[in-house]
């Protein structure tokens, strides 16, 4: 079956510091990729995708390329802010039987320090 | 515009006890979903709905029932609490693309904390 697996929290930076958070996964067929982003006390919301290998999402200044050869997502960006405190989930899709079902990690949370 | 809302937003229930939690969305959305997130085990889903009147099992649907009367509204409901449906659960809803890429956004609600004792 379906599987994602990403790297371990909490992980702690300092305001303008590069971020990487690791996923993998394990799917049949070529789904489709997301990162989530979960803010304290609120829903998960969308933060980029890629549908396709070699696609990159971005947005907000995260980016992440889906990379089939080495079935990975990694979620970057180039100088993190307080305000990217959250926690993070990588996500793939099962469109099998309808609908845009999401397999989830298990969520890193990040904590961004002035 | 409210998005994805669930009611209510904490509970605490006795074992054996039954319950309803009802997720509303005002977007017109053909497909919603039920997940329980759990510490260490990201979210996980429990049952979905690709249009009024139908409902298909997730990955953990078991202790757990749903029904899609309304476009609109999607319930899960708990016949028989137990401790291990101790959980945060999320609602979301996304829409049908009408054949173009059908990746479309899940957008979630704000969760049910529900603790079973």
């Known amino acids: 079956g379906n599987s994602v697996t990403q790297m371990e929290g909490p992980v702690t930076l300092s305001e303008e510091a590069f971020l990487t958070i690791n996923c993998t996964y394990t799917a049949t067929g070529y789904p489709s990729l997301f990162w989530y982003v979960q803010y304290p006390g609120e829903g998960l919301q969308l933060l980029l995708k890629?549908?396709?290998?070699?696609d990159k999402g971005s947005n907000k200044g995260f980016e992440a390329t889906y990379r089939k050869e080495t079935t990975s997502f990694h979620l970057e960006k180039g100088s993190v802010q307080v305000s990217d405190s959250a926690v993070y989930f990588c996500?793939?899709?099962?469109?099998?039987?309808?609908?845009?079902?999401?397999?989830f990690g298990t969520g890193t949370q990040l904590k961004v320090e002035l | 515009n409210a998005g994805v809302t669930q009611t209510p937003k904490f509970r605490v229930l006795k074992t054996g006890q039954s319950m309803t939690l009802l997720c509303a969305q005002d977007?017109?959305?053909?497909?919603m979903y039920w997940y329980r997130q759990d510490p260490g085990m990201g979210l996980r889903l429990i049952h979905y709905?690709?249009?009024?009147?139908?409902?298909a099992k997730g990955e953990v649907p078991d202790g757990y029932n749903v029904s899609r009367l309304k476009k609109q509204n999607f319930l899960l409901g708990l016949e028989s609490a137990a401790p291990s449906q101790t959980s945060v659960y999320f609602c979301?809803?996304?829409?049908?693309?009408?054949?173009?890429?059908?990746?479309?956004?899940?957008?979630f609600g704000q969760g049910t904390r529900l603790t079973v004792v």
């Open positions: 890629a549908t396709k290998a070699d």
């Open positions: 709905s690709v249009g009024e009147g139908t409902t």
């Open positions: 977007m017109n959305h053909e497909y």
């Open positions: 996500a793939l899709s099962d469109l099998r039987g309808g609908g845009n079902k999401l397999t």
């Open positions: 979301a809803s996304s829409y049908s693309s009408g054949g173009g890429d059908m990746n479309t956004e899940a957008f």
